[in-house]
């Protein structure tokens, strides 16, 4: 029950980071892609602010097993620079500049009420299902 | 580069930026996970472990708004993209971020904060090809 609690208050503050910064508006995440455009810098900032605080909190569970609340720290364990990051990365950056927003935003952006931004919600959904889908069936092959 | 600077908002961005970090370490030194909006969804559709988190996550960005709006009129939110580019970005964006293992928040502002090389390199590639797309969408098709 606590770690979802948490879990609701991270979310509240991450949404409204995402709101506060301008990265819930796609005009002004195009406005920061547009480097040979009218350049508007301010989304380095929101990278530069995020980066200030998480960083020390990554250094302090440098070496623990388990949170504050006793869960176990379930960090990346893949250091590969493999096709899939390369290629998922691309495609992501492709759809990004396309429309202005990434998964986050598009969260925020779908509960204030933006139609516009719930259609892009749903098709994001659904290329995820895609992707799983095709995962499934790779795993099936594979055994 | 033109630098826009009546667009450029310093002061919100990184102010915004450290809500999103505060965010994600609290998310860490709580709960032991990692604050990825993509791979937090992906978990979700997966119907695997954690679902009660993941969703409490969630619902929280969703109501940043109308938390937001106790206290002051919501900031502007504009989608220029028409439905069939949103659609098209939705689905890249949903397929890349999982294909990929990650978005702005778990490779960008989590990986970096970890200092992890392959967070880089997947952060180098989905701003590169956000660039390059708003270079092609903005300067290439419609000049």
Redo the contacts between chains.
């Keep these: 029950m606590?770690?979802?609690?948490?879990?609701?208050?991270?979310?509240?503050?991450?949404?409204?980071?995402?709101?506060?910064?301008?990265?819930?508006?796609?005009?002004?995440v195009?406005?920061f892609?547009?480097?040979?455009?009218?350049?508007?810098?301010?989304?380095a900032?929101?990278?530069?602010?995020?980066?200030?605080?998480?960083?020390?909190?990554?250094q302090?569970?440098k070496g623990r097993s388990?949170?504050?609340?006793k869960?176990?720290?379930?960090?990346?364990t893949?250091?590969?620079?493999d096709r899939?990051?390369?290629?998922?990365?691309?495609?992501?950056?492709?759809?990004?500049?396309?429309?202005?927003?990434?998964?986050?935003p598009?969260?925020?952006?779908?509960?204030?009420?933006?139609e516009?931004?719930l259609?892009?919600?749903?098709?994001?959904?659904?290329?995820?299902?895609?992707?799983?889908f095709g995962a499934r069936k790779t795993v099936a092959a594979q055994s | 580069m033109t630098i826009d600077w009546t667009a450029f908002t310093p002061t919100t961005a990184f102010a915004g930026g450290a809500l999103i970090g505060l965010a994600s370490a609290l998310l860490l030194l709580f709960n032991g996970r990692i604050a990825g909006i993509s791979g937090i969804i992906g978990g979700l559709l997966e119907r695997g472990t954690g679902i009660g988190w993941r969703l409490a996550f969630i619902a929280g960005i969703l109501i940043a708004p109308l938390s937001w709006q106790l206290f002051s009129a919501l900031p502007p939110i504009k989608i220029d993209a028409g439905y069939s580019t949103l659609i098209v970005a939705g689905l890249l964006v949903g397929f890349g971020t999982r294909y990929g293992s990650g978005c702005t928040s778990g490779h960008g502002v989590c990986g970096l904060s970890r200092l992890s090389l392959r967070s880089l390199v997947a952060t180098l590639v989905f701003m590169g090809a956000g660039f390059a797309t708003v270079y092609v969408l903005r300067h290439l098709l419609a000049a």
């Excluded at chain 1, 208050?9 to 005009?27: D, I, K, Y």
């Excluded at chain 1, 900032?45 to 990554?58: K, N, Q, S, W, Y």
């Excluded at chain 1, 388990?66 to 609340?69: A, I, P, T």
Aim: charge should be neutral; aromatic fraction near 6%; include cysteine.
């Design positions: 606590k770690s979802r609690i948490i879990a609701l208050m991270a979310g509240l503050t991450f949404g409204l980071g995402l709101m506060l910064s301008g990265m819930a508006n796609p005009e002004k195009l406005g892609l547009d480097l040979a455009g009218a350049w508007d810098p301010s989304l900032l929101v990278m530069i602010g995020a980066i200030t605080v998480g960083l020390p909190a990554f302090l569970v388990r949170s504050l609340l869960e176990p720290l379930q960090l990346p893949s250091a590969d620079i899939p990051l390369i290629i998922g990365g691309l495609l992501f950056g492709v759809g990004w500049g396309l429309a202005g927003f990434c998964p986050g598009a969260i925020v952006a779908t509960g204030a009420g933006q516009k931004a259609v892009f919600t749903l098709a994001m959904l659904t290329g995820m299902g895609i992707f799983q």
